[in-house]
């Protein structure tokens, strides 16, 4: 059974608009990440959280904001989505910090008209 | 700019046959993963090497690590069309993983 699940798996949205990815986690791990994956730049961090109540800022937060009212969930929340934010992004959940292994969920592929 | 980065964009080979993805790393580590992606899913680990380690093997994986020349490679033997995905090699940046670009692996029968 999945560790870690997203949604909406896809998602067209509309210039201007609000978007909310959500991911859940059944790892109990206290880390949580997001990540967006464009071609020629690999995964890079948006936001990242220690705890259920914790975001930090990633390498590329500028135009998202993330929330973590639980152990379990965290979502990537784009207040007012432009083209520029269309990517696949993913999820993940890790133990600890550093060097810990981290556990992705299968992406959403968000799309901005 | 990244930590870590595979030195090959693609590489194609056919079934049974070897092939090895390279990657460097600009800062002393304490580890260093590998991890792929098949198309449409999230990236999973692979091999975990420590500093102190210079080879892991898991199944047909072999991961080596040089920590004079910063590199790090992965090697898959017996090539199968299933093994067909992106490896990227990730090392630890303090608050999160840093992965590389990743090396796209096409296995065709």
């Known amino acids: 059974e999945a560790a870690v699940t997203q949604s909406p798996r896809n998602k067209v949205a509309v210039t201007g608009g609000k978007v909310t990815l959500s991911c859940n986690q059944t790892n109990n791990h206290n880390n949580m990440y997001w990540y967006r994956q464009d071609t020629g730049h690999g995964l890079r961090l948006i936001h990242y959280?220690?705890?259920?109540?914790?975001?930090e800022k990633g390498d590329i937060p500028d135009g998202y904001k993330a929330s973590r009212p639980s152990q379990e969930n965290f979502s990537l929340i784009l207040e007012l989505a432009t083209p520029s934010q269309t990517s696949v992004y993913f999820c993940?959940?890790?133990?600890?910090?550093?060097?810990?292994?981290?556990?992705f969920g299968p992406g959403t592929r968000l799309t901005v008209l | 700019s990244q930590l870590a980065e595979e030195n090959s964009w693609a590489l194609s080979v056919h079934e049974g046959e070897s092939v090895t993805v390279n990657c460097s790393y600009k800062?002393?580590?304490?580890?260093l993963q590998w991890y792929r992606q098949k198309s449409g899913k999230g990236p999973a680990q692979l091999i975990l090497?420590?500093?102190?380690?210079r080879e892991k093997r898991n199944g047909r994986l072999r991961a080596t690590l040089d920590t004079s020349s910063q590199s790090s490679s992965l090697s898959i033997t017996a090539t199968r069309c299933e093994d067909t995905a992106v490896y990227f090699c990730?090392?630890?940046?303090?608050?999160?993983?840093?992965f590389g670009t990743g090396t796209t692996v096409s296995v065709s029968p």
């Open positions: 993940a959940s890790g133990d600890a910090q550093g060097d810990a292994e981290q556990f």
């Open positions: 090497i420590r500093s102190n380690e």
């Open positions: 800062t002393s580590i304490t580890a």
């Open positions: 990730a090392t630890g940046g303090g608050r999160a993983l840093i």
């Open positions: 959280s220690y705890g259920a109540g914790s975001t």
